[in-house]
């Protein structure tokens, strides 16, 4: 996936052209902007994710208009994905990845790993969202061939949830440009590249 933040609506459009499909933007109203973009409306098979923190409000903008919500961090915020996913009836389900904060780290998103065993039930069961697999932003780290241990671990953590219950997680989003290839051994099976493919984000 391509991450296309900060980015305009023709840089995306230059990256479709070159065949790229899937793009992930960080926050709301900047990815409304460009959705709407008369330059990438007509785009066939181009596909939005989200990828930024996600507020409660801000979830009506988001379902049904973007392929993957990749940054569930809370029950909370997956209840009302659900509660507005299943009040569009039919077979509506929005999929969504659960963010995982494996090394607790303060001040970024996520489930810790036992919080997310306790909440799994609840989180299969919820109507109107398909949890599709996890996601992770590992600590930096000073080499990015040390990010092997965090994939693995996330790896661990999904094979773990899918023996212990009913539920396939096949989605890993795992590895930006600095570890994409380190989290494609460990078992991605998407990568989030934005500088490798777009270059330096403009300040
Ligand atoms: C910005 C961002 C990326 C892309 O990072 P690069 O290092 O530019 O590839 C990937 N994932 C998330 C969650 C991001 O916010």
Do not use: C
Not at 139 to 146: K, Q, T, V
């Amino acid at each position: 996936m391509a991450v296309s933040k900060v980015h305009p609506a023709s840089a995306v459009a230059e990256a479709w052209a070159a065949g790229a499909r899937d793009f992930g933007e960080n926050y709301v109203q900047e990815w409304q902007r460009k959705a709407e973009d008369p330059a990438l409306l007509a785009r066939s098979g181009l596909r939005w994710s989200f990828i930024g923190h996600l507020q409660r409000n801000k979830v009506r903008h988001l379902l049904g208009r973007v392929d993957l919500i990749e940054t569930v961090d809370s029950t909370r915020l997956a209840r009302e994905i659900s509660r507005r996913g299943a009040s569009r009836g039919g077979s509506f389900a929005q999929k969504i990845l659960l963010q995982v904060n494996l090394a607790g780290e303060e001040g970024k998103g996520g489930f810790h790993p036992d919080a997310l065993r306790s909440a799994m039930s609840e989180l299969t069961a919820l109507p109107g969202v398909d949890v599709r697999g996890l996601m992770h932003i590992p600590p930096a780290r000073r080499n990015p061939s040390e990010t092997r241990v965090d994939h693995r671990a996330l790896r661990t953590l999904r094979d773990g949830l899918e023996a212990a219950y009913p539920v396939g997680l096949p989605v890993l989003s795992m590895g930006m440009s600095s570890d994409f290839e380190v989290a494609i051994e460990e078992g991605a099976t998407r990568v989030r590249v934005g500088t490798a493919v777009f270059g330096a984000r403009p300040r």
